[in-house]
């Protein structure tokens, strides 16, 4: 008998971005942060989101749950992601969720912006640095 659990899951990393579409709106990111600090933050969340589920899922690694806090930990543990990579997701995180939930932040700016979007850039060339590893 399968795990309700399991199949949603399935079907919800299934409907997630994928690589290409995830490259072509990090554009659209870097277009916002001039102007809209704030919505480049959680859209470029967004995609780093999508691209840390990639990740995981290339690693094999099973995942019980797709809150973000969750998922950067889990792959930190798991040594997927570095401690920089790591602590500048978590720096991130605060940002993303006062946004997200209708509160005010002064802490954006956009350098913080642009280091997300490089960082998913740098995590999306990892999926193939580890294809041409294999």
Do not use: C
């Amino acid at each position: 008998m399968t795990n309700p659990e399991d199949t949603m899951y399935s079907l919800k990393a299934e409907a997630s971005l994928q690589e290409r579409e995830i490259e072509s709106q990090l554009q659209l990111a870097k277009q916002l942060t001039t102007q809209h600090p704030e919505l480049a933050l959680l859209y470029s969340w967004s995609l780093v989101e999508a691209t840390l589920r990639l990740i995981a899922q290339k690693e094999e690694l099973s995942l019980e749950r797709f809150d973000p806090r969750y998922l950067v930990k889990k792959l930190a543990i798991e040594g997927v992601i570095s401690k920089s990579e790591y602590q500048l997701l978590m720096n991130a995180l605060p940002l993303r969720n006062s946004i997200a939930h209708g509160f005010k932040t002064t802490q954006i700016t956009q350098n913080s912006v642009y280091e997300l979007i490089e960082l998913t850039e740098q995590l999306l060339r990892s999926l193939h640095t580890a294809d041409e590893a294999d």
